[in-house]
């Protein structure tokens, strides 16, 4: 006889939602902290509200004013926010807001640190010291990740807790489609995600990056936007950034050169990314490569991938070639690869899903194990001894992706650190900046975790 009550005893919670639900349930929902209040950190905060078993305990920014513009525009209730402290917040289930992220890392009754300031070396403070507090963190800075991120997911591991991509943003996603690719048996050739890219785009500036978005974005209050920040994802840094991440968290290599940005349509990509061998592009299989949604005379590619993912793989056998057809996966012309896509990402309003795998399953979505490749500052002009860098996409420098062990071997500088540092001599337009090249503080906190990670991570990185 069927008996409902032993039924419900021998049941197994294994996804997400369900393990939520049973957090709600026993009265202790997934605890987070959140740090950076902009865009990505808003999406979260606008589908963490309605989460059942999800309670944002904090949420610390510089500009306390501006989180709680933040928080309303997010569909907040201000009694949602008002406690005045942390424990107040955790007791009541509401939401404290501080200028303090120290504040956040040091409550003992956070499980989860979302980390999301979009500053290198800021993220890689707030990383550490989450670490040191046992604190799992989801790492919405990419570029911490691309600067150190070997070392902190190996810190993270040795705390016992989790480091984690953040789903929802490309990376984490791409990762995702090469753990699916793998799990299935197939050899994964090649993943990535699509952009907007014209060779020229490597040399624009938050000045001129207007010329460039005014044609498909069409931004009415300019004030809105910072052009900075935007213009890392034109001139080519952004790309290299999560591509850099992908790598060295899947195994997957950089190509020597550096992304090549070819244009392809959604049902171009397994001809477009294969390698050139099989009248592809790519040097080689098993690399990263970030498809153009335009040509290279600025015409729109039809069915672009602008803002999505994808993974091209590789049939061994002639029985698998002939299923990719019958179940019309998008194969090249020969058969023997086929893609798979994601024609979109939400970035912040999907990061509950990290948040809770790694608070719930213990496990990452996406984190480094191996330091594979690196972003280096690639000089936008001709450079001036005495001129101060300004970074991530701003008027010097651009991120081009390479191989680790190039780097090291050359002692190229990390685009991480190419930020409010005065270059010591002259550096050609097109140049790969050196450490040689600038002069740094030997006590800066970011350079201290990049040069113990070179230490830790510089022999075997194909790992």
């Known amino acids: 006889m069927y008996a409902p009550a032993l039924h419900r005893e021998r049941e197994v919670v294994v996804n997400l939602h369900s393990m939520l639900l049973a957090r709600e349930a026993q ?33 610390a920014d510089i500009d306390v004013g501006r989180a709680r513009a933040q928080l309303r525009t997010a569909g907040w209730d201000d009694a949602a ?3 005045p402290s942390l424990g107040d917040a955790f007791r009541e289930r509401r939401t404290h807001l501080t200028a303090d992220a120290e504040e956040l890392l040091a409550f003992p009754d956070i499980e989860v640190i979302v980390e999301a300031t979009g500053v290198p070396a800021v993220g890689i403070r707030h990383a550490l010291g989450a ?11 990419v570029e911490a990740d691309a600067l150190a991120g070997p070392l902190i997911a190996a810190k993270a591991q040795a705390a016992g807790v989790v480091y984690s991509l953040a789903w929802g943003d490309q990376p984490a996603l791409i990762c995702e489609h090469v753990d699916w690719a793998r799990a299935c048996g197939f050899k994964v050739v090649a993943a990535g995600k699509g952009t907007r890219y014209e060779p020229h785009y490597h040399d ?52 020597s050169g550096g992304l090549a940005f070819p244009p392809a349509s959604r049902f171009e990509l397994a001809d477009v990314c294969k390698p050139r061998a099989d009248g592809g592009t790519l040097e080689g299989a098993g690399v990263t490569e970030v498809v153009s949604s335009v040509d290279r005379i ?58 809770a795998s790694a608070a719930l399953r213990k496990e990452p979505t996406g984190a480094p194990n191996a330091w594979r490749s690196d972003v280096v500052a690639v000089a936008k002009r001709s450079l001036r001894a005495g001129e101060v860098l300004d970074g991530e996409g701003g008027f010097c420098v ?40 600038v002069a740094l503080a030997a006590d800066d906190p970011a350079l201290r975790a990049r040069r113990e990670m070179e230490v830790a991570f510089g022999r075997g990185n194909a790992g």
């Open 398 to 437: 651009w991120g081009r992706q390479g191989p680790a062990a190039r780097s090291l071997a050359e002692g190229f500088l990390p685009l991480g650190l190419a930020h409010s540092v005065r270059l010591t001599r002259d550096v050609a337009a097109g140049a790969s900046l050196s450490y040689a090249d």
């Open 131 to 141: 670490i040191a507090h046992g604190k799992h963190v989801v790492m919405v800075t």
């Open 204 to 255: 624009s500036t938050p000045e001129t990056v207007w010329d460039i978005l005014d044609k498909y974005l069409h931004i009415e209050d300019r004030a809105s936007i910072n052009p900075k920040m935007f213009n890392s994802f034109i001139d080519g840094s952004k790309s290299a950034i999560e591509m850099t991440a992908v790598c060295n968290a899947t195994g997957l290599a950089p190509q």
């Open 27 to 59: 009265g202790r929902p997934v605890t987070v902290g959140v740090i950076g209040a902009g865009k990505f950190g808003t999406m979260f905060l606008a589908q963490a509200r309605p989460t059942r078993g999800l309670h944002v305990v904090g949420v």
């Open 298 to 355: 600025g015409r729109d590619v039809p069915h672009h991938l602008a803002l999505g993912t994808y993974v091209v793989i590789e049939a061994e056998s002639d029985y698998t070639r002939a299923c990719f057809r019958e179940y019309h996966m998008l194969p090249d012309r020969s058969g023997r690869y086929a893609a798979l896509y994601r024609p979109i990402h939400m970035i912040g309003l999907e990061l509950g899903v990290s948040v």
């Open 81 to 83: 926010y008002a406690a």
